[in-house]
């Protein structure tokens, strides 16, 4: 086991991480690595700080007035909390996908497009290639090459959520952030998504926040327990549901705690 944490590459490494809403603190002391081409499930009960910290990690929860934080997120050698740090970059190689599947009132075409205008892309051939390479890998091309200038609502909720996977791609991220994707879908739909996560790991690094136990224990490489803010044990998947080390931990595998 030792071996297995000290051979994989380190993607992010969170250091001494505290978070606030108001006064209220949230995240306490969290500390932790996540590995590149893995995938990372957090997990723990509802309101244990699970989007509070992975909002953390692309600095998306800044744009909450109340929050606040402190300590280190290393990436790519620099705390993600530096000032100097660009943040639209950031968020160009952190993306990040939400629990519900929000499409913006636009074509897929334009759905998926949207982040490469931003990013100041205007040749319209290789916008073209770049849309149809990532509905390719959110595995949706199929399903809609023929209708890509329909409105992107009209899509189901499961090729809804992909799409969304499709728009964080466009722009060429390193780490993707899921959080509950496959909450609102029904299960032929999250066979889909949990196949795909599986698929894009091979090229991205996951980390996905998910309070269904199976789903992690079925697709995550490492797990993270949080319970009222704090991180009480990770590692890898098959270690920590096989030989939990903390009692919190396996009350929770278990289905004690919930
Ligand atoms: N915008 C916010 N303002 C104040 N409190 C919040 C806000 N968002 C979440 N919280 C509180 O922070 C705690 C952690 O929430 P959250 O990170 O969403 O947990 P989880 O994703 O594990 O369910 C909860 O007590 C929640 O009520
Ligand atoms: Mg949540």
Not at 43 to 70: F, H, M, Q, V, W
Not at 120 to 125: C, Q, V
Not at 172 to 188: F, Q, V
Request: charged fraction near 25%.
């Amino acid at each position: 086991m030792f071996e297995q944490i000290t051979t994989e590459k380190t993607i992010l490494k969170i250091i001494n991480f505290n978070g606030w809403y108001d006064q209220k603190q949230i995240l306490k002391n969290i500390n932790m690595d996540m590995f590149k081409n893995k995938i990372s499930a957090i997990i723990g009960p509802s309101g244990c700080g699970k989007t509070t910290l992975l909002r953390s990690i692309n600095r998306i929860n800044d744009e909450i007035p109340d929050y606040r934080a402190s300590g280190e997120i290393i990436y790519d050698g620099k705390n993600i909390y530096d000032k100097d740090i660009d943040i639209t970059m950031l968020r160009k190689k952190i993306g990040m996908v939400f629990q519900k599947p929000v499409p913006f009132p636009m074509s897929i075409y334009e759905n998926v497009a949207f982040g490469l205008k931003i990013h100041g892309l205007k040749d319209k051939r290789r916008i073209d290639e770049i849309v149809r390479l990532a509905l390719k890998r959110a595995a949706l091309w199929d399903e809609v090459k023929d209708e890509l200038n329909k409105p992107a609502r009209n899509l189901s909720g499961g090729q809804q959520q992909r799409l969304c996977i499709a728009r964080a791609l466009a722009v060429d991220p390193e780490i993707l952030l899921l959080d509950e994707p496959t909450s609102a879908l029904d299960p032929i739909a999250t066979q889909k998504i949990e196949n795909l996560i599986e698929h894009l790991s091979e090229d991205y690094s996951i980390i996905i926040v998910t309070h269904n136990l199976a789903q992690a224990t079925r697709i995550s490489d490492y797990m993270y327990f949080m319970y009222q803010g704090e991180l009480i044990e990770w590692g890898p998947t098959r270690n920590m549901v096989r030989n939990p080390k903390k009692q919190l931990t396996e009350d929770y595998l278990n289905g004690r705690i919930s």
